[in-house]
């Protein structure tokens, strides 16, 4: 196992309480438009997914553009932005359910202070909390789009890519360090921890200089910071194919998608090893289609 098992259950944890979160907005969208002037597409399901692949590839490349000139500001204000919208669907999802009105401008009045902490006052809480609520947003928009059978494939696809991006040339390691080092923004839920060595490095200075002065030198001193993280994509795609699944079948199923999304992910957090980069869309995926054999299975649908 890659980081402790406190560290793992933290990112499991999260990311089941943001399937049930994506689960909850994309439901309830499906009786109610989008807010903030989205509206879902007429074309066809096959056009949908052709347009949905070339808008992450054209993102992809714009990130990779901007990041080749080092223009991190830009990739900042365009973070901001989308999660401000993404943000502000989750808020007004959950409002819908109270008595309130003009709950639209509400949600905005809510997410984009939000958004601005998360981009230019970051800390732990702000970043890891609003993740929660990111994914649900942004899956609301795509749930509508797709079927059950272009959602699976697009998970095949991004599976794919995500091997060969992780695996095969590094992409998306290039692309984490850059946003954690360059932007201060990571895209996905990022856990720090401190070693059990350099915990006892920090309790023997302590000790030392009890009730004394510690040196400059010493509190200026670096320390080595693990870090675990999970990459937003491997949240939100599960998201959005239970969604789908949802919205054609019914809940049942749905959590089916989930609780195999987790499964996969759970297996690939036991095997994995220090100091090493694994994808984690192929085992979150065959996770999922585990989950949908099942629930076809015993629930026929």
């Not at 690939?268 to 999922?288: E, N």
């Amino acid at each position: 196992m890659k980081h402790k098992l406190s560290i793992t259950l933290i990112l499991l944890g999260m990311f089941l309480v943001t399937q049930f979160i994506g689960l909850l907005v994309v439901n309830t969208y499906a009786n109610q438009n989008l807010p903030f002037g989205l509206n879902t597409p007429n074309d066809s399901q096959s056009t949908n997914l052709a347009s949905i692949i070339f808008s992450f590839i054209l993102a992809f490349a714009l990130i990779f553009l901007l990041m080749k000139y080092k223009w991190g500001i830009i990739i900042r204000i365009w973070f901001f932005f989308v999660i401000a919208l993404a943000l502000g669907l989750s808020i007004n999802a959950f409002l819908s359910y109270t008595n309130l009105t003009n709950i639209s401008l509400i949600a905005l009045a809510v997410a984009i202070p939000l958004a601005a902490l998360k981009i230019f006052k970051p800390n732990f809480w702000v970043h890891n909390l609003t993740e929660l609520l990111i994914y649900p947003g942004i899956a609301a928009v795509f749930v509508p789009i797709l079927t059950p059978f272009t959602s699976i494939a697009l998970l095949m696809l991004i599976s794919v890519y995500d091997m060969w991006a992780v695996w095969r040339v590094g992409l998306m390691q290039k692309m984490a360090k850059y946003q954690m080092e360059e932007v201060k923004v990571f895209g996905g839920f990022l856990i720090p921890s401190l070693s059990s060595k350099v915990k006892r490095q920090i309790q023997n200075i302590k000790q030392k200089y009890k009730g004394k002065k510690i040196p400059v030198s010493l509190k200026k001193k670096k320390v080595k910071i693990q870090l675990a993280i999970l990459g937003g994509g491997d949240v939100i795609f599960p998201i959005i194919v239970a969604g789908v699944f949802m919205k054609a079948f019914g809940l049942i199923p749905a959590l089916f998608v989930t609780f195999g999304s987790l499964a996969g992910l759970i297996f690939l957090m036991i095997i994995t090893k220090k100091d090493k980069a694994y994808p984690a869309m192929p085992y979150i995926s065959v996770g999922a289609f585990i989950g949908m054999l099942l629930a076809k299975l015993i629930f026929p649908f």
